[in-house]
């Protein structure tokens, strides 16, 4: 995770070649087990599942947190709570990237406001499990995340550019909580991600992902990331 490295402009930044799967623009976030008083108090913004990551933007300019990054790699202990009395939300931990603006591992709580996290949760699951699969440096799943890289130059990126090709996942969810990002609100770096997503480049050696025109075949296997 790295706090502060993924908006640019009012929206979001994501790498080259990666797609933004769903949106929500009505969110909080809370934050606990680090002193850092970066992650003090409930945040309100708005949550994206990328091919590669979840990435949280603040919806107030004053917050001095502005985003956080969590790739896939990098969470651990994701849940979905449906308590008794109160709204579904998402909780877990992630580890920090090495120049990610803090150090160590902070827990999460996610809660939608307008319904849609168990929706979330599930395609969230789904997907670092899949990046996990495509971890292929040859680490123990508690090595350290791959260490924050600047993003570099980055341009306003139009649709389709960060939408993944028609039906490309047909297991992602339909529910009203979540809808395209407004339009100038996303942003592209000219550099890749540093970490596995949901598709890997086949027959890589080396440890940067890309998404490739290829038919997808899964199979829908409830689980929690260990």
Same mark, same amino acid.
């Given at each position: 995770?790295?706090?502060? !490295?993924?908006?640019?402009?009012?929206?979001? =930044? $994501?790498?080259?070649?990666? #797609?933004?799967? =769903?949106?929500?623009?009505?969110?909080?976030?809370?934050?606990?087990?680090?002193?850092?008083?970066?992650?003090?108090?409930?945040? +309100? /913004?708005?949550?994206?599942? !990328?091919?590669?990551?979840? $990435?949280?933007?603040?919806?107030?300019?004053?917050?001095?947190?502005?985003?956080?990054? &969590?790739?896939?790699? &990098?969470?651990?202990?994701?849940?979905?709570?449906?308590?008794?009395?109160?709204?579904?939300?998402?909780?877990?931990?992630? %580890?920090?990237?090495?120049?990610?603006?803090?150090?160590?591992?902070?827990?999460?709580?996610?809660?939608?406001?307008?319904? *849609?996290? $168990?929706?979330? *949760?599930?395609?969230?699951?789904?997907?670092?499990?899949?990046?996990?699969?495509?971890?292929? %440096? *040859?680490?123990?799943?508690?090595?350290?995340?791959?260490?924050?890289?600047?993003? +570099?130059?980055?341009?306003?990126?139009?649709?389709?550019?960060?939408?993944?090709?028609?039906? #490309? #996942? *047909?297991?992602?969810?339909?529910?009203?909580?979540?809808?395209?990002?407004?339009?100038? !609100?996303?942003? @592209?770096?000219?550099?890749?991600?540093? #970490?596995?997503?949901?598709? &890997?480049?086949? /027959?890589? !050696?080396?440890?940067?992902?890309?998404?490739?025109? %290829?038919? @997808?075949?899964?199979?829908?296997?409830?689980?929690?990331?260990?």
């Amino acid at each position: 995770m790295s706090v502060n !490295t993924a908006h640019a402009n009012n929206g979001v =930044l $994501i790498h080259a070649g990666e #797609y933004i799967l =769903l949106h929500s623009d009505s969110v909080s976030m809370e934050f606990s087990g680090q002193d850092n008083p970066i992650f003090k108090g409930s945040k +309100g /913004g708005r949550i994206y599942l !990328t091919s590669h990551r979840m $990435i949280f933007n603040s919806k107030k300019s004053s917050d001095s947190m502005q985003s956080f990054s &969590a790739p896939f790699i &990098a969470l651990s202990d994701v849940e979905i709570e449906q308590p008794v009395f109160g709204a579904n939300y998402i909780k877990g931990k992630v %580890r920090a990237q090495p120049n990610g603006n803090y150090v160590g591992e902070v827990k999460f709580k996610l809660h939608f406001k307008a319904g *849609g996290a $168990i929706e979330y *949760g599930q395609a969230l699951l789904r997907s670092a499990k899949t990046a996990m699969n495509n971890y292929h %440096r *040859g680490g123990l799943a508690g090595d350290d995340p791959p260490p924050y890289q600047p993003a +570099g130059a980055w341009n306003e990126a139009p649709p389709p550019a960060y939408q993944p090709p028609p039906g #490309y #996942y *047909g297991w992602l969810p339909h529910h009203d909580a979540f809808s395209g990002p407004a339009p100038n !609100t996303v942003f @592209m770096s000219d550099n890749p991600p540093p #970490y596995p997503g949901i598709v &890997a480049r086949f /027959g890589s !050696t080396h440890h940067y992902f890309y998404p490739i025109q %290829r038919p @997808m075949c899964v199979v829908l296997v409830p689980a929690l990331i260990p």
